[in-house]
């Protein structure tokens, strides 16, 4: 049962048929876990705790720079220096106090991806490199969890869902991405330099699509890629076929 004050504070989900309190009860009882409190997770952090998501993990292992907060929004300037993850813990109990932030200070490779996923329902990443969306695509396709996977470039932003255990057709990440690029400035705006409000609308995306995954609501973006191009003006959708080769998923039970 929901409290007063919880009726009140999300009384513009509960008006929605689609949630409803229900549906408020079921993120209350979800547990999320970020990965890369950056500037795709600055912002995904603070709408997951505002929808008041029960439990949200934050897995990072850096430090707030002063070049974070152009675009990092959870972060404010006296906490440079310290552990995101503190600073993230810190925000969001004074934005919502129905929510449990676990700190894990630490980065995501193969050695504990698939511990650190265990203990949440759905996983949110916005990282910068490739070993750890590697690792992380492996880990949550043994536990059949699904990934909400978000990336930020120069010009162009993409989100997508994965969860290759939920149909035939449905791919990983590793279908999208087979191999590692030599460089990864496509998806690492510390050598680029982005626009700060373009991370905030793909990080506020990727928890959009986080809360429906728990809410179940369909359809799922799963099989398809969201891909905005703030430049030009223009956003689509690309149909995200599955890799019957694909090392990660292609043997993966379903
Ligand atoms: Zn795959």
């Known amino acids: 049962m ?5 009726r009140e504070r999300y009384l513009r989900h509960i008006l929605l048929k689609e949630v409803g309190a229900q549906g408020q009860q079921k993120l209350l009882a979800a547990r999320i876990l970020v ?30 720079s002063l070049s974070n907060l152009q675009r990092q929004i959870i ?13 993230v813990n810190g925000a969001l109990a004074r934005l919502n106090p129905d929510v449990k932030v676990v700190e894990h200070r630490e980065k995501i490779d193969e ?9 949440y329902d759905v996983v949110l990443e916005g990282v910068d490199n ?8 492996r880990a949550v396709i043994a536990a059949r969890k699904p990934l909400i996977s978000a990336a930020v470039g120069r010009f162009e932003a993409q989100l997508s869902v994965f969860k290759p255990y939920a149909g035939a057709n449905l791919p990983c990440y590793r279908c999208l991405v087979p191999t590692a690029p030599l460089r990864e400035t496509t998806l690492n705006c510390a050598e680029e330099g982005i626009l700060g409000p373009v991370a905030g609308v793909i990080g506020a995306a ?7 995954e728990i809410l179940g609501l369909q359809p799922s973006l799963a099989g ?8 030009a003006l ?12 694909c090392p990660d998923c292609a043997t993966a039970d379903r």
């Open 224 to 231: 398809r890629l969201f891909i905005y191009s703030p430049l």
């Open 206 to 212: 990727a928890a959009l699509e986080a809360i429906r």
């Open 111 to 119: 050695g504990n991806a698939r511990r650190l996923v265990a203990g």
């Open 234 to 245: 223009d956003a689509r959708y690309a149909r995200l076929p599955r890799d019957p080769a």
């Open 35 to 64: 990965v890369g409190a950056g500037g795709i997770g600055a912002p995904a952090l603070l709408y997951l705790a505002a929808a008041g998501v029960g439990i949200i993990g934050v897995a990072d292992d850096d430090l707030v």
């Open 130 to 137: 490739f070993e750890a969306r590697y690792a992380l695509n």
């Open 2 to 6: 929901l409290t007063d004050d919880q």
């Open 75 to 87: 972060f404010l300037t006296d906490e440079v220096g310290g552990a995101k993850t503190a600073a």
